[in-house]
């Protein structure tokens, strides 16, 4: 009886961390777009999505476990939790190959962001406050990687907390 009540709470303390991750990782991307001024390219907006997918079913991951539903359900959501991460590190991995030439990118970067105001008098100070976005150059770089490098780092670290909440069970 105590070593399950110990693997719930290992459960409740993953799906806790990788959702709180998740939210963090991709809050940080939005930050970068609307206050840094940052417009996304096609494959930035592409790694997104599974932490989209992937903060709902961590909510549903905490929400299993709260409930004490059957530990399955909670390991499970954690599971596709964790496999939508290895997705978004292999965007990411794929972006950051673009950006740094060992592979071409897509054919187009076309986005829908929204970046250029129709007003033309704010047009000049937009164009010093946005930049432009583009699959095969990164658009900043800390510490030598990109933002799809680290997203790479982030899907990986994000991964490995689903996959131990759920395969450690």
Not at 11 to 28: E, S, Y
Request: proline content about 4%; hydrophobic content about 50%.
């Amino acid at each position: 009886m105590i070593e399950a009540s110990f693997a719930q709470r290992r459960q409740f303390l993953c799906a806790v961390l990788v959702t709180i991750g998740m939210v963090a990782t991709v809050g940080g991307a939005l930050g970068f777009e609307h206050i840094g001024g940052y417009i996304p390219c096609a494959l930035c907006l592409l790694q997104r999505d599974p932490y989209y997918y992937g903060i709902s079913l961590g909510v549903l991951a905490i929400l299993a476990s709260v409930l004490k539903l059957p530990a399955w359900t909670t390991r499970t959501l954690l599971l596709a939790v964790g496999m939508l991460m290895l997705v978004g590190a292999g965007l990411g991995v794929y972006h950051a190959g673009a950006e740094w030439h060992f592979w071409e990118g897509p054919s187009t970067c076309a986005t829908t962001a929204q970046g250029i105001s129709p007003d033309v008098g704010d047009l000049l100070g937009d164009l010093d406050a946005k930049h432009a976005p583009s699959c095969s150059d990164a658009a900043m770089r800390v510490l030598g990687l990109s933002f799809a490098g680290w997203n790479v780092i982030a899907s990986l670290v994000l991964a490995a907390i689903a996959l131990r909440g759920a395969l450690k069970a």
